[in-house]
């Protein structure tokens, strides 16, 4: 027996075969934009639940540096991780919406190394802290 279950992303219909006369669960990946989720079906073999797991990349761009990055298999339930950019090392958190979309980049912390200020030397300053 085969049920339709509508993708909450996508809005495409997956064919999901199930079993006959039976209540279950089954997780399926979206034949159209790849999202896994459970889909919980009942004895008379209705969709009752699509539950959301895992989003098979996220693509995003560091904020400073503009380098590229890619998030592979996220579970959609974190909504965020925090991850340090390969290409200024800043430190960035990244979240997005249970579909893998709506994905927002912030800054936590700005990389060290940036070459602007190579001119500058911290332990040169003249700050005298006693009277
Ligand atoms: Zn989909
Ligand atoms: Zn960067």
New binding site residues.
């Given amino acids: 027996m085969s049920v339709e279950v509508e993708c909450p992303c996508c809005n495409s219909t997956n064919i999901v075969e199930i079993e006959d006369y039976q209540d279950g669960s089954t997780v399926i990946e979206c034949e159209n934009c790849g999202i896994s989720m459970e889909v919980t079906y009942s004895i008379s073999a209705e969709v009752d639940d699509v539950t959301l797991i895992e989003i098979p990349s996220i693509d995003f761009y560091?904020p400073?540096?503009?380098?590229s990055m890619t998030l592979d298999s996220v579970e959609t339930k974190n909504g965020s991780e925090e991850v340090s950019?390969?290409?200024?090392?800043?430190l960035?958190e990244v979240s997005w919406d249970e579909c893998g979309q709506d994905v927002n980049v912030e800054v936590l912390e700005e990389?060290e190394d940036e070459e602007e200020n190579d001119e500058e030397d911290e332990d040169d300053y003249d700050d005298e802290d006693y009277l």
Avoid: T
């Fill in positions: 560091c400073i540096c503009g380098y950019c390969d290409g200024c090392d800043a960035l990389g």
